[in-house]
T-cell receptor, first 108, second 113 residues
Framework: SQQGEEDPQALSIQEGENATMNCSYK?????LQWYRQNSGRGLVHLIL?????REKHSGRLRVTLDTSKKSSSLLITASRAADTASYFC????????FGSGTKLNVKP | DGGITQSPKYLFRKEGQNVTLSCEQNLNHDAMYWYRQDPGQGLRLIYYSQIVNDFQKGDIAEGYSVSREKKESFPLTVTSAQKNPTAFYLCASSIVGAYTEAFFGQGTRLTVV
């Protein structure tokens, strides 16, 4: 399948620190997306980066994409306790496949 | 307000019973999806549909069935053939196209008692 795989599986940081999580995928893509899931809730779309883009910013989020390495990274700067959630990447084609996610814990 | 609604939020089922989970969207999206999520795990695709009266199996379709009689609705039936149905079920929808995002409902937590 087209699913991406996120790493690390879990990440624990202090408020104010930056959080970086990675996504690797196997096949060619036309875009890669990052989603966030608060505990017990649905996923929420964060950001989409196209295959011809290398970097994209949205507020405190920075996404990079390296198609030669088939990998992407999501950086959350100046993290807050409210950023505590699971983060997933997706490389959609006709459907959306998600990996196992990175569980981020931001300690106040 | 546009959105995607799943009901009920919590559902209890006795072993051997079929149960149907509801998913309705008013976003005018052609594509709809069902996922299963086990505790601490990622999402696994059960079924998806890109057009009314048509749907495809995902990775874990066994023990589940769906219908797509209306664009707005994509109900999921968990049948008695599903051996371990206790899980969190998520429904999503999207526009069909290359650069679209998925919109998710708030999920239904199914527990077999």
């Amino acid at each position: 399948s087209q699913q991406g795989e996120e790493d690390p599986q879990a990440l624990s940081i202090q408020e104010g620190e930056n959080a970086t999580m990675n996504c690797s995928y196997k096949t060619s893509i036309n875009n890669l997306q990052w989603y966030r899931q608060n505990s017990g809730r649905g996923l929420v779309h964060l950001i989409l980066i196209r295959s011809n883009e290398r970097e994209k910013h949205s507020g405190r989020l920075r996404v990079t994409l390296d198609t030669s390495k088939k990998s992407s990274s999501l950086l959350i700067t100046a993290s807050r306790a409210a950023d505590t959630a699971s983060y997933f990447c997706a490389t959609p084609t006709h459907e959306f496949y998600f990996g196992s996610g990175t569980k981020l814990n931001v300690k106040p | 307000d546009g959105g995607i609604t799943q009901s009920p939020k919590y559902l209890f089922r006795k072993e051997g019973q079929n149960v149907t989970l509801s998913c309705e969207q008013n976003l005018n999206h052609d594509a709809m999806y069902w996922y299963r999520q086990d505790p601490g795990q990622g999402l696994r695709l059960i079924y998806y549909s890109q057009i009314v009266n048509d749907f495809q199996k995902g990775d874990i379709a066994e023990g589940y069935s769906v219908s797509r009689e209306k664009k707005e609705s994509f109900p999921l039936t968990v049948t008695s053939a599903q051996k371990n149905p206790t899980a969190f079920y998520l429904c999503a929808s999207s526009i069909v196209g290359a650069y679209t995002e998925a919109f998710f409902g708030q999920g239904t937590r199914l527990t077999v008692v």
